[in-house]
């Protein structure tokens, strides 16, 4: 049986040293269900991410045109695409995870959650 090995760069673009050796990722892509989660979780960031692109498209093509002085908006339109990507893939997994736990576990999540809400108690601050 072959190893699980990510290569060093897919599609032209580098796969950062920390992604390839990750033990999370290895053991999600040695399982069927940690491979659909991450196809799942990749598609909808890469969803996301377009989404973005595809609102700021105008103003994408003005700043390639104009050059330095519209950098700063087009750097900021990629920033948010990231961020968008990033919380669609986060969601998807999150779901993922979630629906694969027992309702026992749920249950006592809710309750830890639901303890924690309001101030601290305890220690005085001076």
């Known amino acids: ?6 290569p060093r760069k897919v599609a032209g673009y580098k796969v950062p ?8 990722i290895r053991s999600l892509l040695a399982s069927d269900i940690g491979r659909d989660v991450l196809a799942n979780a990749l598609t909808a ?5 377009a989404a973005v692109l595809v609102a700021e498209r105008d103003e994408i093509a003005d ?12 750097i900021g339109i990629a920033t948010e695409a ?6 669609a893939a986060t969601e998807v997994v999150r779901d993922a995870a979630q629906s694969a736990m027992p309702e026992k576990m749920l249950k006592q999540a ?13 220690a005085v601050v001076h």
């Open 45 to 49: 960031g890469a969803g996301a991410a």
């Open 17 to 24: 040293k920390t992604i390839r050796k990750s033990s999370v």
């Open 110 to 122: 809710k309750v830890r959650k639901d303890a924690n809400k309001g101030p601290r108690r305890g």
């Open 82 to 87: 990231i961020r968008s990507a990033t919380h």
């Open 1 to 6: 049986m072959a190893k699980n090995r990510i």
């Open 63 to 74: 700043a390639t045109k104009k050059g330095a002085r519209k950098g700063a908006k087009a």
